[in-house]
Each structure stands twice: as structure tokens, then as C-alpha cells.
């Protein structure tokens, strides 16, 4: 089983509709959570960090679930420029290495 | 601020030569690291350099590879003798961070292309 796995997709959604990933994650000692956005042919940015409490920024809302070992990121009123990969990344305790999944493509169309 | 600096950003060469790919790393970064990408594939980790301490090779896929970090600033990646299965984009991040919550800050990678 791979450390990191995410549904590649594509997800295809029309523009003001709300849409959401999952990342899982098979190592219970991992601390660390991240969502990276990359568009096409550009290079990975950090879109959000990822709290046990969650976290919101405008329209983006990340949560975790320990118990379920998954993380997961909602994005509401999708725009055109939101259409990207979005890579889930995670860090084990005691590790300075993040690795990162396969990412999840997101298709906003008009 | 100026980013993460990678040159060159695309490199094309035959099957058997070496190539060497470098990384200007953003000023006063101590975390330096090397991935990967292969088309439509995730980011496969290489070697991690922390400071002045043993860099992290774990990742390196063959003896074929290998890296250095020179006064704790830029680094370059060599890959002697390449084969076709090197093509990848290499994108090289680094971190300002000394803990283990990492948030990496990516070049634009360098696209190589083995003939």
C-alpha cells in the first residue's frame, strides 16, 4: 500500500460548484499535513497547511480525520483558475522528508 | 524575493553522456531537497540536505546519481551515464524550517530529456 493515495480523478465540475478530495495515508505516526496546488507543466505551490482542528481560507476548508487516517480539502464556489492538480503531503514524526501523493486533477469548466 | 533558482530549465542529451542539474536555493534556507517527476507521475523523492549534516540519499535510485551542497547554499544534481528513463522534470525545493513541519518552496525543475 502506498504511504500517500489520492483519487487522480479527473474531477469535472461547473464553475460555482462545490468540490471535495480525500487523501489517505497509511503511516499512524505521520504529523504533518499538507495540500500543494500545481497547474499544468508548473511546479508544486503550497496551497494550505492542515490542522487537527482543520482549517478554513476563504474558500478552501481542510480538515483531518487521525482516526480514519485521511485528510481532506473542500473547495466551494469553484472558479476556472481553481482547475489544477492538487498533491496531498504528509511528513512522518521524526522525518524531514514530506511525501507527497500522485495528486487529484480538478477540471473547473464554464 | 527572488525564489528558488533551477538552471537549465530544459536540457536534451544523448543516451550514455552526464548531465549536471543545479539549484539556487532561496538565501538563508537551510533545508535543501531534490524530487523527481516523471509525465502524469507524482513526485518521487532523491536526497535531502540539512545544514552542514550528512545529506539524506535514501531516495537516489542507482549509483548513477548523486549530489552535493556547497557552502550550505547551491547545490547540483549529476547523473552519469543517463538513460531514457531519466526523463523527468527534476525540481529541487528548499525550506527555511528545521523541524518537521516542512513547507518546501519549489524551483520551476528542469526538464530533461534523454535521447
Known sequence: RKEVEQDPGPFNVPEGATVAFNCTYSNSASQSF???RQDCRKEPKLLMSVYSSGNEDGRFTAQLNRASQYISLLIRDSKLSDSATYLCVVSRRGSYIP????????IVHP | GAGVSQ?????VTEKGKDVELRCDPISGHTALYWYRQSLGQGLEFLIYFQGNSAPDKSGLPSDRFSAERTGGS?????????????SAVYLCASSPTTGTNEKLFFGSGTQLSVL
Open chain 1, 34 to 36: 499538507f495540500w500543494y
Open chain 1, 99 to 106: 511525501t507527497f501523493g500522485r495528486g487529484t486533477s480538478l
Open chain 2, 7 to 11: 538552471s537549465p530549465s530544459n536540457k
Open chain 2, 74 to 86: 547551491v547545490s547540483t544534481l549529476t547523473i552519469q551515464r543517463t538513460q531514457q528513463e531519466d
